[in-house]
């Protein structure tokens, strides 16, 4: 015998109701592959490449109250803190960094 597959759009509560909109919009095949060519895909990897390379090492001295600060920073957002740190000068230089 066999079993019908349940077409019901999955509603997570976790996510927002433009995220649930989207989810239940790909669930019902609403959502096509654009397909990937090699030159694209190579030229993704050579993006991520350059944006993950760490090819300089600096030292700097900072006031022990904010590199506490930093480092719960850091913690609270799952990352190292010399990572969050390397971030941070990332996305200051590329104008990527916003005040709240």
Do not use: C
């Amino acid at each position: 015998m066999k079993s019908k597959i349940d077409k019901t759009p999955t509603k997570n509560p976790t996510l927002s109701k433009e995220e649930n909109e989207i989810l239940a919009s790909y669930e019902a095949g609403e959502w096509k592959s654009i397909g990937l060519n090699n030159k694209l895909i190579s030229s993704y990897q050579k993006a991520a490449s350059a944006t993950l390379a760490k090819n300089k090492r600096i030292n700097i001295r900072l006031n022990q109250l904010d590199l506490q600060s930093i480092q719960k920073k850091a913690f609270e957002e799952g990352l190292p803190y010399q990572t969050f740190i390397s971030s941070l000068i990332h996305k200051f230089v590329t104008g990527k960094l916003v005040e709240k």
